[in-house]
C-alpha cells in the first residue's frame, strides 16, 4: 500500500483475543482506507478492528504547538 | 473583545453585523459567564439573579429569575446564601445571571475550570441542551476531552495566536504532514502486516 508505513507488531499482551494489534502510519488517509478492506478480503483476512490513534484534539493540539 | 470588555487593536468585533465595543446595547443579546469565582456572597441565588433581571429592566423579572434558576436546576437551593454554595452550584448561579434576559448568544469563560467530574458532566449536558435549542454558546477551555466531546466548531489558540478551526477531525485530516496512525486487529495480523508490506511501493517502508 503506497504511503502506508508498518509501525509495529504487538503480541499476545493485554488484548482481548490474544493476537495482539497491528499498529500503522497512513500519510494518505484517503488511499488507506480505501485499500484497506479490499487487500484483506483478497487475503482472506478478516478486519476486526480498524481505529484511529491519534484522532483526538488533544494530539491535533500537540501536532499544532510542536509546529 | 468578544464580550466587549477590550476593543481590538485592529479591525472589529461584530454580532449581527453590530459592533461590540462601546456598544452597551449588545449585552440584551449577549450573556456573560466570567471565569471568576467572586460573587456577593451575602445575597441568596435567588435574589442575586433577581437583581439581574431587574438591572435588565426586564417586564416581568420575577418569572425570568424563576425561570433561569430553572434552567440551571438551581430552584431548590436559590433561597440559601451563596457563600453556602459550592463551586458547581455558583457556576450555575453565574449561569443563571447570564442566562436571565434569555440572550441568544452564551459566553463562557473557563467554565469547567475547579470542578468535580460530576459537576463537569451536568455543565456539558447544560451547554449541549442550549445549542440545541438554538442558542449559540461559545466557552473557552484548556480541558480538551471535554471541548472534543460537546463542541461542533472549535477554534485553536496556540500562544495567542489562532493556529487552526474547525471540527477537530477535520482538522486533524488537514494535517497531511503528520502520518495517520491506526490500530489494527484482524484474525491473522501477521498475514496482514506481510500483505501491507507486499503492496507498499514506499520506500523506507518496514
Redesign the interface.
Known sequence: ???????S?ERGTG???G?????????D?AA?VR??PS??R??G?????????????????S???SR | MMGGLLPPSTGSVTLDGEVIWRNEQIYRRIGLVPEREAMYDVVTGWEFVLANARLHRLPDPEAAAHRALETVEMTGAQGRGIATYSKGMKQRIKMATALVHDPPVLLLDEPFNGMDPRQRLQLMDLLVEMGRRGRTVLFSSHI??E??QIATN?Q?M?AGRH??SGD??E???L??E????????????????A???A????P???
Open positions: 500500500m503506497s504511503g502506508v508505513r508498518l509501525t507488531m488484548t482481548h483475543d493476537s495482539g494489534a497491528l499498529h500503522v502510519q497512513a500519510t488517509f488507506f485499500t484497506l487487500l484483506a483478497r487475503n483476512i478478516r478486519l476486526y478492528e480498524v481505529s484511529p490513534a491519534d484522532e483526538s484534539l488533544e494530539s491535533v493540539f501536532y499544532l504547538v | 480538551l476531552e471541548v472534543e472549535i485553536v496556540v493556529a487552526a477537530f477531525r482538522i486533524r485530516r494535517m497531511t503528520r502520518p495517520h496512525q491506526y490500530t489494527i486487529r484482524s484474525d491473522d495480523d501477521r498475514a496482514l502486516a500483505a501491507i508490506m503492496e507498499g511501493a514506499c523506507g517502508c518496514g
